[in-house]
């Protein structure tokens, strides 16, 4: 079966100028100047079902790409979750998973307490906030519960470790906070996280700018991929390409120094609408 799947994605690398979001890649970064070098590729199996005499798989495909931007030089990473069929040493239906459907992690609440009508006032450290995006950008902190959709999840993971405060609690339509057991829809929502950082009075806010550039490390990106007014997606800004632009952190489909506009995702489409969040402390 090994053998099967790597035959299958020489196929795939072989003819992946004809896949539409590697498409969009490549003239994403021709737009930028940039080119892809190398791309470098591992993957590991998860689930393996017998159901009528087949194999029903599913995997996480790790794909690294050697970027070079002008003098610049960096490495973009992504995660994709995959399924196939395998029978009579043949994969049928490879294709990307809609959700990455991984059993959810054990959930213990970290060591920090959550706050909830006191003084919310302090720094965002976002260096601090950067850190923990890098490490844990293609893992799962035990210390919280795994959701399918983990983006958001993930992004209010980075703005606590860089010290912002929760509050709002027990009321999940109110404030930014999380328990082992409970949660607000703030915490774990693209679209209430989005809602939240441009209308909160206290704990970490968001200003809203017209551009990219304008954004520092630690910053956020929200992502409508339909442009239908539902935010779907949050991303983290870790570093800047040459031209200044963010590149981002997430999870999902866990991604490392991708560019910020997604426009290789499946899920993007050309009304897509962003929102760009400077961090402000209260």
Request: glycine share 6%.
């Amino acid at each position: 079966m090994l053998e099967a799947i790597k035959e299958h994605w020489l196929d795939v690398f072989e003819n992946r100028k004809t896949i539409p979001w590697y498409a969009r890649k490549l003239a994403l970064f021709a737009e930028r100047e940039a080119e892809i070098v190398k791309i470098t590729g591992a993957g590991r199996l998860h689930q393996a079902v017998a159901v009528d005499g087949m194999l029903q798989c599913r995997y996480l495909l790790h794909l690294s790409y050697f970027i070079c931007q002008g003098e610049t030089y960096y490495i973009e990473e992504q995660v994709l979750p995959m399924e196939f069929e395998y029978a009579n040493g043949e994969i049928r239906a490879h294709q990307e998973t809609e959700k990455d459907r991984l059993e959810h992690g054990a959930a213990v609440m970290a060591e920090r307490k959550t706050e909830t009508d006191g003084d919310t006032r302090f720094v965002y450290d976002r260096a601090a906030a950067v850190r923990y995006a890098e490490r844990w950008w293609n893992d799962f902190n035990p210390a919280f519960r795994k959701f399918e959709d983990d983006c958001t999840n993930f992004i209010s993971q980075c703005l606590l470790a860089g010290g912002a405060p929760m509050h709002g609690l027990p009321n999940r339509s109110k404030g930014w906070w999380y328990t082992k057991d409970t949660w607000s829809y703030s915490w774990t929502v693209a679209h209430a996280m989005r809602w939240y950082l441009s209308g909160a009075q206290q704990g970490i806010r968001g200003r809203a700018v017209e551009t990219p550039q304008e954004l520092a490390l630690g910053d956020v990106i929200c992502i409508d991929f339909e442009g239908n007014g539902r935010w779907d997606h949050t991303t983290i800004v870790v570093a800047k390409d040459e031209a200044g632009m963010p590149l981002v952190n997430a999870h999902t489909n866990n991604s490392r120094h991708r560019y910020w506009t997604y426009e290789d995702s499946a899920a993007w489409t050309p009304q897509a609408q962003y929102k760009f969040f400077q961090l402000v402390s209260q």
